[in-house]
C-alpha cells in the first residue's frame, strides 16, 4: 500500500479518500473479503483544469485506485482508465487532460511492476 501511495505522489497525486473494503464487508456485512482497497487520487492540478473544462466533471472525480490482494503475498493495483471515462462528455479539450492524467496513471502502474 506504501508503494502504490508514494508512487502516486511521486505524479502529483495525493489520497483524499481511502476504502477499506475488507473492513467495511466486514461492519455491514458480516463476512470475510480479502484484502481490498480503493484509493481516491487527485491531481490537484490536472482536477482545477478539468473543472475549469466541464462544470459536472466532479461527479467523475477523483480517480480510484484499486490495491487487492489477489494471492497470498501478491498484490495487484489498477486503476480507472480516465479518456474511457471521458468519452461519455463531448469536450475535445478534457479529452486531452484526460490523456495526461492516463499516461500519470500508467506511469504510477509501471514504477510498481516486478
Do not use: H, W
Request: charged share 25%; glycine share 8%; hydrophobic share 40%.
Amino acid at each position: 500500500m506504501r508503494k502504490t501511495i508514494g508512487a502516486l505522489r511521486g505524479e502529483g497525486f495525493g489520497i483524499i479518500t481511502e476504502i477499506d473494503v475488507k473492513k467495511t464487508l466486514k461492519e455491514k456485512l458480516g463476512v470475510e473479503f480479502r484484502n481490498y482497497r480503493i484509493l481516491g487520487a487527485c491531481n490537484p492540478k490536472l482536477a482545477y483544469e478539468a473543472l475549469q473544462l466541464e462544470g459536472k466533471i466532479g461527479t467523475m472525480l477523483p480517480c480510484n485506485v484499486v490495491v487487492n490482494e489477489i494471492a497470498q503475498g501478491r498484490t495487484e493495483v489498477a486503476a480507472i482508465d480516465p479518456v474511457a471515462s471521458m468519452q461519455a462528455i463531448d469536450n475535445p479539450q478534457l479529452k486531452q487532460s484526460a490523456e495526461r492524467v492516463r499516461t500519470l496513471l500508467q506511469n504510477v502502474i509501471e514504477s510498481l511492476k516486478g
